[in-house]
């Protein structure tokens, strides 16, 4: 059985740090695309971060770029999200997603397969 099991959320003032992690286990996700979504209160679920199966290639929301940095460990089939300068506006429930099908750093969440059950970030002002 596939698990992905999230750690790391939690409350901090704006301006603070986060880092999120993510276990799989169940299989190895080494030569796939992994990846961070969000979903805030009456929201869609969006990608925040993603990775493809190197960690060499990332993709980031224009929200949250130069502030989050997404991560992985093929060694260690995990996947972490670095959160710096957090904003009142990254509240959101925070899912770690993983493909069996793609490789490259994919951006939509119908191309994950597998998810998380979430941690909750918030972020106070």
């Known amino acids: 059985q596939v698990q992905l099991v999230e750690s790391g959320g939690g409350l901090v003032q704006a301006g603070g740090s986060l880092r999120l992690s993510c276990a799989a286990s169940?299989?190895?996700?080494?030569?796939?695309?992994m990846g961070w979504f969000r979903q805030g209160p009456a929201k869609m679920r969006q990608s925040v971060a993603t990775?493809?199966?190197?960690?060499?290639?990332?993709y980031y929301t224009d929200s949250v770029k130069g502030r989050f940095t997404i991560s992985r460990d093929n060694a260690k089939n995990t996947v972490s999200l670095q959160m710096n300068s957090l904003k009142p506006e990254d509240t959101a429930t925070y899912y770690c997603?993983?493909?069996?099908?793609?490789?490259?750093?994919?951006?939509?969440?119908?191309?994950?397969?597998?998810w998380g059950q979430g941690t909750q970030v918030t972020v106070s002002s």
């Open positions: 990775i493809d199966w190197s960690g060499k290639s990332t």
């Open positions: 997603a993983a493909s069996s099908r793609m490789t490259r750093a994919a951006l939509a969440a119908a191309s994950y397969d597998y």
């Open positions: 169940g299989r190895t996700f080494a030569g796939n695309a």
